[in-house]
């Protein structure tokens, strides 16, 4: 029911755009991007409510990525800029009906496949 999208390989300082599509009641849920990258937990990265209007991010992401849903509500985004190679890793969607507890991943009961982004130094 989500299907992430828009990953790749790019050089620090550059820009990426991710989408994830949803379909079915997730459309009407709170949505979400975390990443993981290698060895390390699943981590939050940021999130849109169902109207789009409340948004919440990570500290290492704030100010250079941004979240946005489009009209229909049934695709998110998160806009990259100023990418780091810190930022690789695989970045995965998320959807929950409650909007609680954002920023633990636990709290998410809907996850896309993953979609890979590698920031080249």
């Known amino acids: 029911q989500l299907q992430a999208s828009g990953g790749g390989l790019v050089q620090a300082g550059d820009s990426l755009r991710l989408s994830c599509r949803s379909s079915?009641?997730?459309?009407?849920?709170?949505m979400a991007w975390f990443r993981q990258a290698p060895g390390k937990e699943r981590e939050f990265v940021a999130s849109?409510?169902?109207?789009?209007?409340?948004?919440y991010y990570a500290d290492s992401v704030r100010g250079r990525f941004t979240v946005s849903r489009d009209g229909r509500k049934s695709t998110i985004y998160l806009q990259m800029n100023s990418l780091k190679p810190e930022d690789t890793a695989v970045y995965y969607c998320a959807a929950q009906r409650t909007g609680t507890n954002v920023y633990i991943a636990a709290a998410w009961g809907y996850w896309g496949q993953g979609t890979q982004v590698t920031v080249s130094s």
């Open positions: 849109v409510d169902w109207g789009g209007v409340n948004t």
């Open positions: 079915g009641r997730t459309g009407s849920y709170s």
